[in-house]
C-alpha cells in the first residue's frame, strides 16, 4: 500500500532536526591547517565569486564545480555557515526526492525509515559528513541523481534537458549517467520493442551537459593543464592493478558505506533472474558508483555512498520481501558501521584517529577484520529464517 504524503513532512523535520543537532556538536574541519581537503579548492572558488580575489586558480577537477560555491557566495561574507544553508536546502530536497521516488515504486513505510536513518545518521552520510565537512559541493549529487533516476522512470526525458547541465556543473561525473542511459535505452527498446525511452532527448540532455562543461572550462580553466577525467580513472586503474591489497579496502568501504544488506542484495539478485526495466536501472548506476570507489578518487567510502540515490534504492529493491524482524536484525548489525556514538576527528590533530575510520586510509588489520565483520554478519542475515 503506497505510505501517506504526510510522512514526508516527518522525514523532512528528522532532516531539518538532525542537521542543526550536529551542526552544534560536530567540530569542523580546520581547513587553514589541513590544506589537503577540497574545501580548500572550493574556498577559492567562493572567494572568486565574492570578488575576495582576482585570479582563479583552481586545480583540476575541482575547478569545473562552480554551482555551489556560487550559490553560496550570495549567502553572506561568512564562508561556512553559507556553504551551511545550502547544505541544508539541499538536504531537504534531497529526502523529499527520494520519499516521491520510493513512493512510487511501492516501497512499505519501514523501508523509509531503514533508509532515510541510514542516509542522516551514518557518518559518511548526508549529514554528520558535511557538518564536519562543510566547504563541500557534495549534498547536490543526492538530489540530482534521485531527481534524475525519477525522471526515467517516470519517462518525463523532456526534464533532464536542464537537469543534466546543470548537474554536470555542480560535479562533471553526472555526465555518466545519460550517457549510460543511451547506451543502455538504445539496448532495452531494441530487445523489448516497447520504446520505453526517448533516445533523442537523451542525446540532446548529453549535448547539452558536454556544453555545459566546455563553457566552464572556459571560462574558468584549471590552475595546470593537461590534466582529465579519463587520466583520474587510469591512474586508480593502475595503483588497483599494482596494488592488490585495494581491492580489499574498495571491498572493506562498500561494506562501510552500505553494510550486510548490501551483500544480501547481491545475493538475491544472484539467485533471481527476470527482466526488469527498473531493476536494470538501479543496478547498472549503483555498479556505476561502485566502480567509482576505486577509480574516481582516493576516499573510497565517501564516492561509494554519494550513490546512495542508486544503491540504496536497489538495495531496498531487491530485499523488499523480507519481514520486519529481519530488518531489524540488518539495522542492529550494521549499527557499529555508523559510529552513531562518536564525533568524527579533526584530521589537522588527529590524523591516525581521523584514518581510522576509513578501510581505503586504516591499517590493513583493521581492514581485514571489519571486512570480516561484514561476511560474517551477512551469512547469519543470509541463513536466518525470517519469521
Request: aromatic letters at 20%.
Amino acid at each position: 500500500m503506497r505510505i501517506k504524503g504526510y510522512w514526508l513532512f516527518v522525514f523532512l523535520g528528522l532532516t531539518l532536526g538532525a542537521f542543526f543537532f550536529y551542526q552544534q556538536t560536530q567540530p569542523s574541519l580546520s581547513y587553514d591547517f589541513a590544506p589537503q581537503f577540497d574545501g580548500n579548492d572550493y574556498r577559492n572558488i567562493y572567494d572568486y565569486f565574492k570578488g575576495y580575489r582576482e585570479d582563479y586558480k583552481v586545480p583540476h577537477p575541482f575547478h569545473q564545480r562552480v554551482f555551489v560555491p556560487l550559490i553560496a557566495s550570495v549567502f553572506g561574507s561568512d564562508i561556512i555557515p553559507s556553504f551551511q544553508y545550502v547544505n541544508l536546502i539541499f538536504s531537504l530536497l534531497s529526502v523529499a526526492v527520494l520519499f516521491l521516488l520510493w513512493r512510487d515504486l511501492g516501497f512499505e513505510l519501514k523501508w523509509f525509515w531503514a533508509g532515510f536513518t541510514w542516509l542522516i545518521f551514518h557518518w559518511t552520510g548526508m549529514i554528520r559528513l558535511n557538518a564536519f565537512d562543510p566547504i563541500t559541493v557534495d549534498l547536490p549529487t543526492y538530489t540530482f541523481q534521485a531527481l534524475f533516476l525519477w525522471l526515467v522512470l517516470k519517462r518525463k526525458f523532456i526534464h533532464l534537458l536542464w537537469l543534466s547541465p546543470l548537474a554536470t556543473i555542480q560535479k562533471e561525473s553526472f555526465i555518466a549517467l545519460p550517457v549510460i542511459l543511451f547506451i543502455y535505452a538504445v539496448w532495452h527498446d531494441k530487445r523489448t520493442k516497447e520504446g520505453f525511452y526517448n533516445v533523442l532527448l537523451i542525446i540532446a540532455s548529453i549535448v547539452l551537459a558536454v556544453t555545459a562543461q566546455y563553457l566552464v572550462n572556459f571560462y574558468f580553466p584549471p590552475a595546470e593543464e593537461g590534466r582529465s577525467a579519463f587520466v583520474t580513472l587510469a591512474y586508480h586503474a593502475k595503483e588497483a592493478i599494482l596494488n592488490p591489497f585495494e581491492i580489499v579496502r574498495w571491498l572493506a568501504a562498500m561494506s562501510m558505506a552500505f553494510g550486510p544488506a548490501l551483500w544480501l542484495a547481491f545475493n538475491h539478485y544472484r539467485k533471481t533472474n527476470r527482466y526488469d526495466n527498473t531493476r536494470n536501472l538501479l543496478l547498472m548506476y549503483s555498479g556505476l558508483y561502485l566502480a567509482f570507489g576505486i577509480l574516481a578518487g582516493g576516499d573510497m567510502t565517501r564516492i561509494i555512498f554519494l550513490g546512495f540515490p542508486f544503491i540504496a534504492t536497489w538495495i531496498i529493491y531487491e530485499l523488499q520481501e523480507i519481514d520486519q524482524s529481519k530488518l531489524l536484525l540488518i539495522g542492529l548489525l550494521s549499527l557499529p558501521l555508523t559510529f552513531i556514538w562518536k564525533t568524527i576527528p579533526d584530521p589537522a590533530w588527529q590524523w591516525e584517529v581521523w584514518q581510522s575510520y576509513y578501510p581505503e586510509f586504516m591499517e590493513s588489520k583493521m581492514v581485514l577484520l571489519k571486512t570480516a565483520y561484514c561476511i560474517t554478519a551477512s551469512a547469519i542475515l543470509t541463513f536466518q529464517k525470517s519469521q
